[in-house]
């Protein structure tokens, strides 16, 4: 668990660098990076939320009636779900409630909502969604053998696969940091953000 630790921190340093433009850590532990008022007056580039702890994960599994594998739990107890350049990518984390005053707005999409209230219909049993795409609604998962993978929004068509979580979180955040430049302003207008080939 060692090394996947390392990479899955060497991803957050990635983000962290846009700490130039703006940071803040809020009461909850939220660290809010990179002001984009190109977006909003309010908006920030990348959301990394507190880790959970063993207890709060075990409860999560035991909701979704599955026990993560090492790779994700230990994601979780470092970042307990991320926005990546505003929702250009989000991974799903405990959302602890709904409320939207102070420090509350600022949480991650909730893990449950697309395992079970929203679940795809034609997702298959074992398959937990852990993430999305907002460009196109693409939803990421992984399986009960820790496989990752990119399928459409009803879960029917699988675009891309990754032979674990920390080998695809590993490659798609340095390959979005490329597409925008020091300012978190897209390069190309228009540019499709999602990865256009299957991965390994």
């Known amino acids: 668990m060692g090394n996947e630790t390392i990479q899955i921190g060497n991803s957050l340093f990635l983000l962290r660098n846009f700490s130039v433009m703006g940071f803040m850590k809020l009461g909850n532990g939220t660290e809010l ?11 920030w580039l990348h959301s990394i939320y507190p880790g959970l702890n063993e207890k709060e994960i075990s409860e999560v599994e035991d909701k979704l009636n599955i026990r993560f594998d ?16 505003n929702t250009t990518l989000n991974i799903y984390g405990l959302r ?4 939207r005053d102070t420090d509350n707005v600022w949480q991650p999409f909730d893990i449950f909502s697309k395992n079970i209230y929203e679940r795809p219909r034609l997702a298959r049993d074992r398959n937990i969604f852990i993430g999305s795409y907002s460009a196109d609604g693409s939803l990421l998962a992984i399986d009960e053998f820790g ?19 920390v080998t695809m979180i590993d490659s798609k955040i340095p390959r979005l940091i490329a597409l925008f430049d020091n300012n978190g302003v897209k ?12 991965r390994l």
């Open 187 to 198: 390069k190309i207008p228009g540019a499709d953000t999602t990865p256009s080939s299957p």
């Open 96 to 99: 602890r409630n709904y409320n």
């Open 33 to 43: 990076i990179g002001k984009a008022t190109h977006i909003a007056p309010m908006a």
């Open 147 to 165: 496989k990752a993978y990119r399928c459409s929004k009803d879960a029917s068509i699988v675009f891309n696969t990754w032979r674990d979580f």
């Open 70 to 85: 090492d790779q994700f739990r230990s994601f979780l107890a470092i970042t307990n779900g991320l926005n990546v350049f």
